[in-house]
Structures are given as C-alpha cells and as structure tokens.
C-alpha cells in the first residue's frame, strides 16, 4: 500500500496526494501507523520546495492575493501547492472549506494543488497535520507551497515556525493600520504586502507603505541579515505581483548565500519534533481510562469548590506521573 502510494504521489498523482493528505490527517490508530510509514518513505524526496506563510485579518483580501500569486508562479513554469486553513466552529466542529470556491481559477490550474484543511481545535488556527502535507505536497513536486492562515491570535507564530518566508499582507483606510506596529508580527515579518492598492486608494497604499517601512526600521536586524521590505499591490487586478516575486527571490538569494536558510530548515524540524511529542502527550493523556475517571472527579470536587483549577491541574499531573 505505502508503495503504490508513494509511486503515485511521486507522479505528482492528485488524487492519490489528496487520499493521503486524509490518511495523514485521520485519527484512527491504524491509520497513524500507514501516515507514519508513507511520511518516513516520501523524506527522501521533501525539502525541495519554497514554504510561504501568508497571513493577514479576515478582509484583507488573502485568497484573492493568493489566487493571483499562484497563477504568476505557474506561468513561470512552477507548480504550486496552497494548503488554506479554515476555522473550525468551537460548537460543532464543523469548517466551510471554502477556498477552492473563493479561488476558482487557480483551483483549475493542472499546476496548482488547492487543499482546504479543517483548524479543528487545534491552538492559533493551523492544522494539526500540516507539516507533513508540506512533506507530502514536495514529495509530489510541487516546488512552492503556499500557507495561507486564518489571521488570528496564535496562528501568526505557529506558520511563522514551519516556513522559510512570512508575509503579511495589509490594507488600508480599516484601521488596521495601527495593528501592524504590533511587536511581535512584526519582527516575524519579511515582507508587507498593502493589498487592494487600486483606484482612489492607490494613494493611501503608497502611504502606508512608507509609514510601514519606517516602522520597519525601528526594529533590531534578523539574524539572517535581511531587511524586510514593504511594497503595494493590486491582486485584483494583477498589478505588483511581480514585485511580490522580486523580494522574494532577493530573500532566498541572501539567506541560501549566507547558510541561514538550511540553518532554518533544521529548526523548523527541531520545532516539529518538539510540537508532536507535545500533541502525543496530550493524546495519551486524555485517552487513558484511568485519567478520565480521575478528571470527573476533580471536576466534580470544583463543582462543589472543593478545590480550584491550578489544585486539580497539579493533582492530575502527578496522578498521571504515577501511571
């Protein structure tokens, strides 16, 4: 079976690189057994891609950008694989998996893969399971993946660990502007991107543009030695992707000359180790009988304030160590 999967997706087969997606994203034990198995056989043929995390608020126009975006790289020969995260519903579960619909031209492209995952519960609003879809999609060939995420809270830092390149995109004339003075998202950053410069907002987008350069350069040098850089573009009317493409070749030149790219790529697996020892924890955690019958208990004593949260937290802990 892994085999036949394998020779498939090295045949950049999508339909098969679809089915295996699903397996690795199936929770059942012996499903986790092949995901693993046909990981392990497509490692050879990975890291060969360029990984892109894109994010921004809902709005600002990501899907659109990212449909544009992806039709240039394909003209330029290139096959590019958009894994687009949808939030999960907290109440039933359930995602819209919209994005081949808001990106219908690319999703017809024979060039482009176009692969909605449900964020689930998992933190900040990326699939648990995407970094092996990164695996599986450069096992298939494709040299440019595009992360998109749902723009909220966590999801920022969590894509910003599994790629090579983050770009925040921006409009203007919302309020938002303020937001991107933001530390943190900021120092991530390797590129702004204003979205929607067109019309009678061209001249608002240039003056974003400059306003966000010089915040810009308020902040320490990245290790890597690049200076993010800020330009404008119209996805809907193609104007700027070029440009887009530009810095972003620019990026890769610098940091391929200078090592830090490869230094990158090792952290990221560093980080993807570190993230499922984490997430198997939890699983082992929460499965075990004799933790969900302590964890009614504690439950019930809270009930009766009979104990506090950081108590019955520290008491499942160390029942759990004496398993």
Avoid at 38 to 63: D, E, F
Avoid at 266 to 273: A, G, K, R, V
Avoid at 304 to 311: A, N, V, Y
Wanted: proline letters at 2%.
């Amino acid at each position: 079976m892994i085999s036949e999967y394998l020779k498939n997706i090295r045949n950049s087969d999508i339909a098969y690189l679809s089915k295996a997606i699903t397996l690795i994203e199936s929770s059942r034990e012996s499903d986790k057994i092949k995901a693993s198995e046909l990981l392990h056989a497509c490692l050879p043929y990975a890291n060969n891609s360029v990984r892109i995390g894109i994010t921004g608020v809902p709005g600002v126009g990501k899907s659109t950008f990212i449909e544009a975006f992806g039709s240039y790289l394909t003209n330029l020969g290139k096959k590019v694989a958009v894994l687009a995260i949808d939030p999960s519903s907290t109440l039933n579960k359930g995602s819209i998996l919209g994005d081949k619909t808001r990106m219908e031209k690319l999703s017809k492209n024979k060039n482009a893969f176009i692969r909605p995952s449900p964020a689930g519960d998992t933190l900040g609003g990326v699939a648990r399971k995407t970094r092996e879809t990164i695996t599986l999609c450069e096992a298939a060939g494709f040299d440019v993946i595009l992360i998109e995420t749902v723009g909220v809270g966590q999801s920022e830092t969590l894509v910003h660990a599994m790629v090579d390149f983050f770009l925040l995109l921006k409009v203007t004339g919302t309020g938002d502007e303020l937001q991107g003075i933001k530390r943190g998202i900021m120092e991530m950053t390797d590129a702004i991107v204003i979205n929607k410069a067109d019309g009678d907002n061209i001249k608002n987008a240039n003056f974003a543009k400059t306003e966000f350069s010089r915040a810009l350069h308020l902040y320490p040098q990245k290790e890597n030695n690049w200076i993010p850089k800020v330009t404008t573009c119209s996805s809907l009317h193609n104007k700027g992707i070029i440009e887009v493409w530009n810095i972003l070749e620019e990026f890769l030149r610098l940091t391929k000359s200078n090592n830090w790219f490869d230094k990158n790529r090792i952290n990221q697996n560093i980080n993807w180790l570190k993230q499922n020892i984490n997430q198997q924890l939890l699983d082992d955690f929460y499965k075990d009988e004799t933790i969900k019958v302590e964890l009614e208990k504690q439950i019930q004593d809270m009930e009766k304030q009979q104990t506090t949260p950081f108590e019955a937290s520290q008491k499942m802990i160390n029942f759990y160590k004496k398993i």
